[in-house]
């Protein structure tokens, strides 16, 4: 069976510091891979999503990037922190067609910039 | 006006109880219907999804969609404390390749004793 995993669950970091999440899909092989939002009361934000490695497409301007280095690892970073940049960040994956649009997700890191 | 809405609630409803949680869309692109459950500070986990208008069920639950009205419910029959969460509707657009889903901002559902 599939699993997804995000690291770490928790972080604080301070304003202006650098952020690297990770994220790692077990028991599929090319899946899609999307980075999500979820800020309190606002639902959840598609940030970037990853049809395969190196390929990125950026859903909201911000300070924020992401990579695919490899097949089923997808990692979320930022050069400076913004205190904006808190939030729950959420990983999800789903698979090639017809089952692209079932997205199953991790379980989160909680990022709270000081 | 937002893509998708969603009542907030709090919703508290008796152990037992018949619970509808709905969502609205404007959308009229929108092809594939989800529902998330939420647990307190964990991921969402996807319970049920369709794609067509009409009725789907599995187990207590009931994923009703109607394309014509832009309108989507989840039903829950015999609702036990567990079924304590937070509810998301979500939507897609199909692009052929990845899934972009469009989330309502969740309803909190709260079963009492």
Known sequence: SQTIHQWPATLVQPVGSP????????GTS????????QAAGRGLQLLFYSVGIGQISSEVPQNL?????????FILSSKKLLLSDSGFYLCAWSGAQPKEDEQY?????????? | QKEVEQDPGPLSVPEGAIVSLNCTYSNSA????????QYSRKGPELLMYTYSSGNKEDGRFTAQVDKSSKYISL???????????????A????TGTASKLTF?????????L
């Open chain 1, 19 to 26: 952020l690297s999440l990770e994220c790692t899909v077990e």
């Open chain 2, 75 to 89: 039903f829950i029959r015999d609702s036990q404390p567990s079924d304590s969460a937070t509810y998301l509707c």
């Open chain 2, 91 to 94: 939507m897609s657009v199909n």
């Open chain 2, 104 to 112: 309502g901002t969740g309803t909190r559902l709260q079963v009492t």
């Open chain 1, 30 to 37: 090319n899946p899609n891979l999307y980075w999500y939002r």
């Open chain 1, 65 to 73: 990037s992401a990579s695919r280095p490899q097949d089923r690892q």
């Open chain 2, 30 to 37: 929108f092809q594939y219907f989800m529902w998330y459950r």
């Open chain 1, 105 to 114: 997700f991790g379980p989160g890191t909680r990022l709270t910039v000081t």
